[in-house]
């Protein structure tokens, strides 16, 4: 069963002004799917619907087969989501945030120790453990809203561009470790415009253009929608969306 089903799914800020219109996809455990398009096209939009921020106009969003409307806290406990821009809590230090989102989530504390320490470790931040979220830099607060997301280990992650402000380390580290999530049987939905980045990481991709799915597939697949087999994703993505004007 796929963990994340998106069924035509039209939605937005206003009744009367849909923003997404009948959007359809999947993602299926250890999957890392690319949700790409320009600015403007519904990538946010896309996910705050699937986070329950939003309530769809039309369609349905399942998460391992639950909705939010019958299932409420089955289906909020599936998925951890790191935004754009990190929202921390100014008077907590970065293990506090660690406890609090292990916590939220059920972690025993024996295994949230070993996951925080990794994760600690794997970006760089163990000597900023006990620091408070206010004093860090920008780059480390985006780390810890990823840390934040991991430390739960739910079987869904939405992830809205998380390399901006990391140093070249940290993207490295959270792309091996998104990989690593994904091998363990994870899935991961994550967007980006460094489409050179993650070309290589995302078993598929969804191409939005102004709240519609413009193509959907494996690079092959998109690239011969495009008619650009071969093509890097940067050439496909200005081919569809050359086309979608
Ligand atoms: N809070 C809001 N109220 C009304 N309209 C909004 C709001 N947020 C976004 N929109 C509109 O919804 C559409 C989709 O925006 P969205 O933020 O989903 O795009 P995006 O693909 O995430 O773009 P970006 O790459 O710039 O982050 C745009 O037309 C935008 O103007």
Redesign the pocket.
């Known amino acids: 069963m796929p963990v994340l089903q998106v069924e035509e799914l039209s939605g937005?800020?206003s009744l009367g002004r849909p923003?997404l219109h009948d959007i359809t996809f999947e993602v299926k455990p250890g999957e890392m799917v690319g949700l790409i398009?320009l600015?403007?096209?519904?990538?946010?939009?896309t996910m705050k619907h699937i986070l329950g921020l939003m309530t769809p106009h039309r369609g349905e969003i399942l998460i391992s087969g639950n909705s939010r409307n019958e299932a409420p806290e089955i289906y909020q406990s599936q998925l951890a989501f790191v935004p754009?821009s990190p929202l921390l809590y100014e008077e907590l230090t970065v293990w506090e945030h660690l406890e609090f989102a292990a916590r939220a989530y059920g972690v025993e504390p024996e295994a949230y120790r070993e996951r925080a320490d990794r994760l600690l470790k794997l970006f760089h931040m163990e000597e900023k453990a006990d620091s408070l979220s206010a004093h860090l830099s920008k780059g480390m607060k985006q780390k810890v809203m990823i840390m934040c997301a991991f430390v739960a280990r739910p079987p869904l992650y939405v992830i809205d561009?998380p390399f901006l402000g990391l140093d070249p380390l940290g993207i490295r580290s959270l792309l091996d470790f998104m990989l690593e999530m994904k091998q363990g049987g994870a899935s991961i939905l994550l967007s980006s415009?460094i489409l050179s980045t993650i070309e290589n990481y995302c078993d598929r991709f969804i191409v939005?253009h102004r709240?519609k799915v413009l193509a959907q597939g494996t690079l092959a697949d998109i690239g011969g929608q495009a008619q650009a087999s071969g093509a890097s994703l940067e050439q496909i993505f200005y081919a569809l969306v050359k086309d979608g004007e």
């Open positions: 937005g800020y923003v398009g600015n403007g096209a519904g990538k946010s939009t754009e561009e415009h939005l709240g």
